[in-house]
């Protein structure tokens, strides 16, 4: 932070020198002029310089009934003083420093979400942003991953707590409206514990497990802006590295509970350590052409070449076995260096070209190329071996991918627009090939045709309506639970009632199948949401806001059972979400108070039924014309039908002053 | 019916359809006195005789418009005489008002509030079009599909001095009036944190455009958003996991929200991952070529142990050290 805050300083301090506008296309006179308008004061307001409004107070819960893991896992509000919000304007007097500065920050004090954010301006001089958040990552659940499950034991063998770390700061300066150059870093991080699983031949056992890994970006540009032309050129670097391990000190026996040619598998001790770093450059140039007033031209070229290297060493003791030759041993050893690479280019091409005031004809072409290659020496050394086994290899992965879109968007009446396309896709990969093919690679092909229709339907004001859809044919793809012969299609509608009332309505569907011999995909999903908005009175007393969302999703796929014989598997989903919010105030003028009332409401069935309830109420007020007093009650209850024990309830009450100006 | 044949019909239909609206575009257009010719440098203007009335007059019967709009970033539209609209920034967008002070009908100012897409999309594009943010933008849904900018972007409000408000959870509000149904999907337990308006859906989607399908951000100039903040997920990986990089994320996650403790695309991680692992691939063949294949009797997916890949598959990004993902 004190380094960014070294590098940034200075842009600081050459942004105050920049403020005159470049003399190119204008005549000395409007120079004189803008040079006497650079730091034009703000149409006088009789605001104060500093306005916003600041939320703090007091958080509790009731004692969780039911899963507390489960609970951290998805709400995880902690109780004690906290900062609810932060949100301040600052527009400065004097403008001599700078224009404007907005703070915004949420969820201080422990929370599990806690941000910040800065955006600073001076009319051109510079725009200062300045981001954080730090979120935790915690995971207990004992549904997933857990082998023991059948046998009623509730502790994951995959789960972690953690927090995450992310911060980007930009600087854009702005010398004059057509060049403005900027740079930017960022970081991510990730510090914490968690359990998983050390996988050795033929069992597996649970681990701690601590993880460490940070990423950093550092990157800047320049923009130029003319009248016609446009061209941004950044570069940039990323440095990135995971410091991964896990140990353990005492014995485990494992997921397997059979023993193998009569002997227990077990572990005793073990430790495995990952260093991986990572670095690598990216260019990135966007331009736009506006030759004519009929035609846009645009396009973007991106690379990318992030490269990795691994060192990894493992250590175990215990009761080991070597399924090929059914040999034992006691201790076991492996050492791997790794290195991989992935240059990543991309660029794509826009037109949209306007014949008429009526007709838009569009046009974009995509093509991206993505090669990793990648090599790794392995030593493994067993106490059943005197000498160590030593392999090395190599492994590659090359995509490419081409897109071209054609599309008319014709304006058929003021109130009526249709549009209409198409658009193919066609590629290929090869990708390592499974160990039973016998081959070292296997190579995919993608072919796609797809026909694009839509309509926007505007009439007087008050009623809305968005039509998409896409049919889409395949002749070749990579996956059998891909795109294939697919119809896709959203409709939006939104219906201004009364002044007062809204009310909105979307539909969208994707039926997808592949009925090729040996895959049978069969994909449904679709989607249905109803809501309304009504503010009577222009919100003055009352709000209501509400909406509901019915959606399903079916598939069904043929598959191998272990015994050879081929059974279907299918998956459904029915969900049905309903958000409501009825927010009154009382009479008595500015000092009266206010009262919400709503929350969400989501309830699954299928295969795997789920209710998540998360109903609250919100009392306001006000004390004074700059402070109000808050009290808030929130529930959240989970259940789980087929996984009981991962259900909670719990309920958290928040007392708090707000403070605005 | 063959693909091939099937595919045909369908640029039949296409070409058909382009052809049949080009015609189209050749004929006058329904209005009496609207230019059949591409459109002007200027804003539209709904009466050519009009001219430019100034600020100052807007103010008289705009007195809250004109208030928000000097804490507004366009304000330097009226101060700044480079950009040639100096005291007259409400024409800027509006077109030449005289007829309008005249009459004070509202048929007699340009609306971008009320006016097609297109036209609106002109009228800013007129000076924003050569920025970087527009490259890609006809490519998304947003552009082809007549969402306009002033659909989410204000010209005339103060709040924060910004054309769109930063805050999170006023931009979750803003795009959930249209993505109601992708709102729903975050009241479900595991999700991102949107709800708790601790992110933004602009922190993943740019609603400009991109290179992404759906709108996805990029970051390192060409790769996914998500490793924004899911670094250690990046690679390059010694041994990928191919639908890592070939269908992104999405191929097996849910990010706006699911069922599922890890945001799968499935309830259960066995069938999703079952979905490609449980079957032969044919390798080669004309049509059933897939990728993935791989024969089910490895695994005994009636023992509870089988059934979490990732208890031993932990490394199911990619891996730097075992080809089968287990370290």
Same mark, same amino acid.
């Given at each position: 932070?004190?380094?960014?805050?070294?590098?940034?300083?200075?842009?600081?301090?050459?942004?105050?020198?920049?403020?005159?506008?470049?003399?190119?296309?204008?005549?000395?006179?409007?120079?004189?002029?803008?040079?006497?308008?650079?730091?034009?004061?703000?149409?006088?307001?009789?605001?104060?310089?500093?306005?916003?409004?600041?939320?703090?107070?007091?958080?509790?819960?009731?004692?969780?009934?039911?899963?507390?893991?489960?609970?951290?896992?998805?709400?995880?509000?902690?109780?004690?003083?906290?900062?609810?919000?932060?949100?301040?304007?600052?527009?400065?007097?004097?403008?001599?420093?700078?224009?404007?500065?907005?703070?915004?920050?949420?969820?201080?004090?422990?929370?599990?979400?806690?941000?910040?954010?800065?955006?600073?301006?001076?009319?051109?001089?510079?725009?200062?942003?300045?981001?954080?958040?730090?979120?935790?990552?915690?995971?207990?659940?004992?549904?997933?991953?857990?082998?023991?499950?059948?046998?009623?034991?509730?502790?994951?063998?995959?789960?972690?707590?953690?927090?995450?770390?992310?911060?980007?700061?930009?600087?854009?300066?702005?010398?004059?409206t057509r060049f403005s150059?900027?740079?930017?870093?960022?970081?991510?991080?990730?510090?914490?514990?968690?359990?998983?699983?050390?996988?050795?031949?033929?069992?597996?056992?649970?681990?701690?497990?601590?993880?460490?890994?940070?990423?950093?970006?550092?990157?800047?540009g320049v923009n130029v802006e003319l009248s016609k032309f446009h061209l941004t050129v950044?570069?940039?670097?990323?440095?990135?590295?995971?410091?991964?391990?896990?140990?353990?000190?005492?014995?485990?026996?494992? !997921?397997? #509970?059979?023993? *193998?040619?009569?002997? =227990?598998?077990? $572990?005793?001790?073990?430790?495995? /350590?990952?260093? %991986?770093? @990572?670095?690598?450059?990216?260019?990135?140039a966007l331009a736009t052409f506006t030759?004519?007033?009929?035609?846009d031209l645009s396009g973007q070229?991106?690379?990318?070449?992030?490269?990795?290297?691994?060192?990894?060493?493992?250590?175990?003791?215990?009761?080991?076995?070597?399924?090929?030759?059914?040999?034992?041993?006691?201790?076991?050893?492996?050492?791997?260096?790794?290195?991989?690479?992935?240059?990543?280019?991309?660029?794509?091409?826009?037109?949209?070209?306007?014949?008429?005031?009526?007709?838009?004809?569009?046009?974009?072409?995509?093509?991206?190329?993505?090669?990793?290659?990648?090599?790794?020496?392995?030593?493994?050394?067993?106490?059943?071996?005197?000498?160590?086994?030593?392999?090395?290899?190599?492994?590659?992965?090359?995509?490419?991918?081409?897109? !071209?879109? #054609?599309?008319? *968007?014709?304006?058929? =009446?003021?109130? $009526?627009?249709?549009?209409?396309? /198409?658009?193919? %896709?066609? @590629?290929?990969?090869?990708?390592?090939?499974?160990?039973?093919?016998?081959?070292?690679?296997?190579?995919?092909?993608?072919?796609?045709?797809?026909?694009?229709?839509?309509?926007?339907?505007?009439?007087?004001?008050?009623?809305?309506?968005?039509?998409?859809?896409?049919?889409?044919?395949?002749?070749?793809?990579?996956?059998?639970?891909?795109?294939?012969?697919?119809?896709?299609?959203?409709?939006?509608?939104?219906?201004?009632?009364?002044?007062?009332?809204?009310?909105?309505?979307?539909?969208?569907?994707?039926?997808?199948?592949?009925?090729?011999?040996?895959?049978?995909?069969?994909?449904?999903?679709?989607?249905?949401?109803?809501?309304?908005?009504?503010?009577?009175?222009?919100?003055?007393?009352?709000?209501?806001?509400?909406?509901?969302?019915?959606?399903?999703?079916? #598939?069904?796929?043929?598959?191998?059972?272990?015994?050879?014989?081929?059974?279907?598997?299918?998956?459904?989903?029915?969900?049905?979400?309903?958000?409501?919010?009825?927010?009154?105030?009382?009479?008595?003028?500015?000092?009266?108070?206010?009262?919400?009332?709503?929350?969400?409401?989501?309830?699954?069935?299928?295969?795997?039924?789920?209710?998540?309830?998360?109903?609250?109420?919100?009392?306001?007020?006000?004390?004074?014309?700059?402070?109000?007093?808050?009290?808030?009650?929130?529930?959240?209850?989970?259940?789980?039908?087929?996984?009981?024990?991962?259900?909670?309830?719990?309920?958290?009450?928040?007392?708090?002053?707000?403070?605005?100006? | 019916?063959?693909?091939?044949?099937?595919?045909?019909?369908?640029?039949?239909?296409?070409?058909?359809?382009?052809?049949?609206?080009?015609?189209?575009?050749?004929?006058?257009?329904?209005?009496?006195?609207?230019?059949?010719?591409?459109?002007?440098?200027?804003?539209?203007?709904?009466?050519?005789?009009?001219?430019?009335?100034?600020?100052?007059?807007?103010?008289?019967?705009?007195?809250?418009?004109?208030?928000?709009?000097?804490?507004?970033?366009?304000?330097?539209?009226?101060?700044?005489?480079?950009?040639?609209?100096?005291?007259?920034?409400?024409?800027?967008?509006?077109?030449?008002?005289?007829?309008?002070?005249?009459?004070?009908?509202?048929?007699?100012?340009?609306?971008?509030?009320?006016?097609?897409?297109?036209?609106?999309?002109?009228?800013?594009l007129?000076c924003h079009a050569n920025q970087a943010t527009h490259v890609?933008r006809?490519?998304?849904?947003?552009?082809?599909?007549?969402?306009?900018?002033?659909?989410?972007?204000?010209?005339?409000?103060?709040?924060?001095?910004?054309?769109?408000?930063?805050?999170?959870?006023?931009?979750?509000?803003?795009?959930?009036?249209?993505?109601?149904?992708?709102?729903?999907?975050?009241?479900?337990?595991?999700?991102?944190?949107?709800?708790?308006?601790?992110?933004?859906?602009?922190?993943?989607?740019?609603?400009?455009?991109?290179?992404?399908?759906?709108?996805?951000?990029?970051?390192?100039?060409?790769?996914?958003?998500?490793?924004?903040?899911?670094?250690?997920?990046?690679?390059?990986?010694?041994?990928?996991?191919?639908?890592?990089?070939?269908?992104?994320?999405?191929?097996?996650?849910?990010?706006?929200?699911?069922?599922?403790?890890?945001?799968?695309?499935?309830?259960?991680?066995?069938?999703?991952?079952?979905?490609?692992?449980?079957?032969?691939?044919?390798?080669?063949?004309?049509?059933?070529?897939?990728?993935?294949?791989?024969?089910?009797?490895?695994?005994?997916?009636?023992?509870?142990?089988?059934?979490?890949?990732?208890?031993?598959?932990?490394?199911?990004?990619?891996?730097?050290?075992?080809?089968?993902?287990?370290?």
């Amino acid at each position: 932070m004190k380094l960014l805050i070294a590098v940034l300083l200075p842009f600081l301090a050459v942004a105050q020198t920049a403020t005159q506008p470049a003399p190119a296309e204008q005549t000395k006179t409007e120079e004189k002029a803008a040079g006497k308008d650079a730091a034009p004061p703000v149409a006088a307001t009789t605001e104060p310089a500093l306005t916003g409004s600041v939320d703090f107070g007091f958080r509790v819960h009731t004692d969780i009934s039911g899963n507390a893991g489960v609970y951290r896992t998805t709400v995880n509000l902690g109780e004690g003083a906290k900062l609810f919000g932060l949100d301040l304007h600052y527009l400065s007097p004097t403008r001599k420093y700078v224009d404007r500065v907005n703070i915004f920050a949420t969820g201080w004090g422990g929370d599990p979400y806690s941000t910040a954010r800065l955006d600073a301006t001076k009319e051109r001089t510079y725009d200062l942003h300045i981001d954080y958040k730090n979120i935790a990552y915690f995971n207990f659940l004992p549904s997933f991953a857990n082998p023991f499950l059948a046998t009623g034991g509730l502790m994951t063998e995959r789960g972690y707590d953690i927090r995450r770390r992310m911060f980007d700061a930009e600087l854009r300066l702005r010398p004059t409206t057509r060049f403005s150059p900027y740079i930017a870093f960022s970081s991510d991080g990730g510090d914490g514990s968690g359990i998983t699983t050390f996988v050795t031949n033929s069992n597996e056992y649970p681990v701690s497990n601590n993880l460490h890994d940070g990423s950093r970006r550092v990157r800047g540009g320049v923009n130029v802006e003319l009248s016609k032309f446009h061209l941004t050129v950044e570069e940039g670097g990323t440095w990135f590295k995971d410091d991964d391990g896990t140990s353990i000190n005492h014995q485990e026996l494992g !997921n397997r #509970t059979t023993p *193998i040619a009569g002997q =227990a598998l077990f $572990l005793n001790g073990e430790t495995q /350590f990952y260093r %991986v770093r @990572g670095n690598g450059a990216f260019t990135k140039a966007l331009a736009t052409f506006t030759p004519f007033p009929w035609l846009d031209l645009s396009g973007q070229f991106l690379y990318s070449n992030p490269s990795v290297t691994t060192n990894y060493n493992n250590t175990a003791f215990g009761n080991f076995v070597d399924p090929a030759t059914l040999q034992f041993f006691a201790s076991q050893s492996n050492i791997a260096f790794s290195s991989a690479n992935q240059p990543h280019s991309s660029g794509a091409f826009y037109a949209e070209l306007r014949p008429s005031s009526r007709i838009r004809i569009l046009e974009s072409v995509t093509v991206d190329r993505l090669p990793v290659t990648s090599a790794q020496v392995l030593t493994q050394l067993t106490s059943a071996f005197t000498t160590p086994l030593l392999s090395s290899g190599t492994d590659s992965l090359r995509i490419t991918y081409n897109r !071209n879109q #054609t599309e008319a *968007i014709v304006e058929i =009446a003021p109130w $009526l627009s249709l549009r209409g396309g /198409f658009r193919n %896709v066609w @590629g290929d990969a090869r990708v390592r090939a499974p160990q039973v093919n016998g081959t070292d690679t296997e190579l995919g092909t993608l072919n796609q045709n797809v026909l694009l229709a839509g309509a926007m339907i505007r009439v007087a004001q008050k009623l809305r309506v968005t039509l998409d859809t896409e049919i889409g044919s395949t002749y070749k793809n990579y996956f059998r639970t891909s795109l294939h012969d697919y119809e896709k299609g959203t409709a939006r509608v939104r219906y201004q009632a009364l002044t007062s009332l809204s009310l909105t309505a979307s539909l969208s569907a994707l039926y997808n199948e592949n009925p090729t011999p040996g895959v049978n995909y069969d994909f449904r999903s679709r989607a249905a949401s109803l809501g309304f908005s009504w503010n009577p009175n222009n919100a003055k007393r009352y709000t209501i806001l509400g909406d509901y969302t019915l959606s399903s999703l079916k #598939t069904s796929l043929p598959y191998f059972l272990p015994t050879g014989e081929s059974d279907v598997s299918r998956y459904r989903d029915n969900a049905n979400t309903a958000t409501l919010l009825f927010d009154c105030a009382a009479r008595g003028g500015k000092y009266a108070p206010r009262f919400s009332l709503g929350g969400s409401i989501f309830k699954s069935s299928g295969s795997r039924p789920s209710t998540y309830a998360q109903p609250m109420a919100r009392l306001s007020m006000p004390l004074h014309e700059h402070a109000s007093l808050f009290s808030e009650w929130r529930y959240y209850g989970l259940g789980e039908r087929y996984y009981q024990y991962e259900g909670f309830r719990t309920h958290v009450f928040m007392v708090g002053l707000r403070l605005a100006r | 019916m063959s693909p091939v044949f099937k595919a045909s019909l369908r640029y039949a239909w296409a070409l058909a359809l382009l052809t049949a609206l080009t015609v189209f575009a050749q004929t006058p257009p329904p209005e009496k006195g609207a230019a059949a010719t591409p459109p002007p440098e200027a804003a539209p203007d709904p009466n050519a005789k009009a001219t430019y009335a100034g600020s100052d007059i807007c103010q008289g019967c705009h007195e809250d418009i004109f208030k928000g709009f000097q804490r507004n970033r366009h304000h330097a539209v009226e101060i700044d005489k480079k950009r040639g609209w100096s005291e007259k920034a409400c024409e800027a967008c509006h077109g030449p008002a005289s007829k309008h002070v005249e009459s004070m009908s509202a048929a007699d100012i340009f609306n971008p509030a009320k006016a097609p897409a297109g036209k609106v999309d002109q009228t800013c594009l007129k000076c924003h079009a050569n920025q970087a943010t527009h490259v890609g933008r006809i490519q998304g849904g947003h552009g082809r599909n007549g969402v306009s900018c002033v659909g989410c972007h204000s010209m005339h409000k103060g709040e924060s001095a910004s054309i769109v408000n930063a805050k999170p959870a006023k931009i979750n509000e803003l795009c959930t009036q249209c993505h109601a149904s992708t709102w729903a999907q975050f009241q479900k337990p595991f999700k991102h944190r949107l709800p708790e308006n601790a992110m933004s859906c602009v922190d993943c989607h740019n609603p400009h455009g991109g290179i992404r399908p759906k709108l996805i951000q990029s970051v390192n100039a060409n790769e996914p958003g998500c490793i924004k903040c899911h670094g250690d997920k990046r690679g390059p990986f010694t041994f990928e996991h191919a639908p890592v990089k070939l269908e992104g994320c999405s191929a097996c996650h849910e990010p706006h929200g699911s069922a599922n403790p890890r945001m799968l695309v499935r309830h259960e991680e066995r069938f999703l991952c079952l979905e490609c692992h449980a079957n032969f691939g044919a390798v080669n063949a004309a049509k059933t070529s897939t990728l993935g294949g791989i024969p089910p009797a490895f695994h005994d997916l009636r023992s509870a142990r089988f059934r979490n890949c990732s208890v031993c598959h932990i490394k199911v990004h990619g891996s730097n050290v075992d080809r089968t993902l287990t370290r």
